[in-house]
């Protein structure tokens, strides 16, 4: 029975591993980390309330044009079978000219199939503060073409500051043997966005054999 059910585990795995190549174009925004694990309610929300210990995450990513800076909570309720986290985080791009602000709420669920397997759902509120800070952009209308001496910049930008929310939604399956799950990003965007403006969703799967 068991050997059955790892089969069809491999079958399932294989169609999806062919679904995600047979994409055209992908397109990724993610903060990578050299372990994803490192940081794994940014990696994703459904790994809230996987320990029976409350675990507090302190992460620092620097790169060439861009600082980011993360902290996370997350702990299992026993009682209800889930699980709660928390995490801050902020993006700060180019020293400071583009600031992303990220505020999230994450309630999971555990369900456990047997002793050596659960499945793990997660629901993300997010508030997001986005801000540009022209004073620190230089546009080429500053820059003399002759001496290339960089006049002040004299120019506002239309969009300063954004406010809002947004929702995600996370499910994990995790065995003595595989991981896999997949992450769905900006759900409440389909039903109200403009069309002009609209984010589609994002879909994010991860497998792993252990």
Do not use: W
Not at 20 to 43: A, G, H, M, R, V
Not at 71 to 90: P, W
Not at 152 to 181: L, M, P, Q, V
């Amino acid at each position: 029975m068991l050997k059955k059910s790892n089969i069809k585990l491999k079958r399932l795995f294989l169609f999806l591993s062919i679904y995600l190549l047979s994409f055209y174009q992908l397109f990724s925004q993610d903060i990578s980390y050299s372990d994803p694990y490192s940081e794994k309610l940014l990696f994703s929300p459904a790994y809230s309330g996987l320990s029976s210990c409350s675990e507090i995450n302190l992460s620092y990513n620097k790169k060439y044009i861009s600082d980011y800076y993360s902290a996370s909570f997350n702990k299992f309720l026993q009682k209800y079978n889930s699980g709660v986290g928390f995490i801050i985080s902020e993006n700060r791009q180019g020293k400071g000219a583009i600031n992303n602000l990220n505020i999230d709420l994450i309630y999971s669920y555990k369900i456990t199939l047997n002793k050596r397997s659960i499945i793990n759902t997660a629901l993300q509120a997010s508030y997001l503060q986005q801000n540009i800070n022209s004073n620190k952009l230089i546009f080429n209308n500053q820059i003399n073409p002759v001496t290339g001496n960089i006049s002040s910049n004299s120019y506002e930008t239309s969009f300063n500051s954004y406010n809002g929310t947004d929702f995600s939604i996370a499910t994990t399956y995790i065995s003595t043997k595989y991981r896999a799950g997949i992450v769905i990003n900006h759900i409440d965007k389909i039903l109200y966005e403009p069309e002009l403006y609209k984010i589609t969703p994002s879909f994010k799967f991860h497998f792993a054999k252990e």
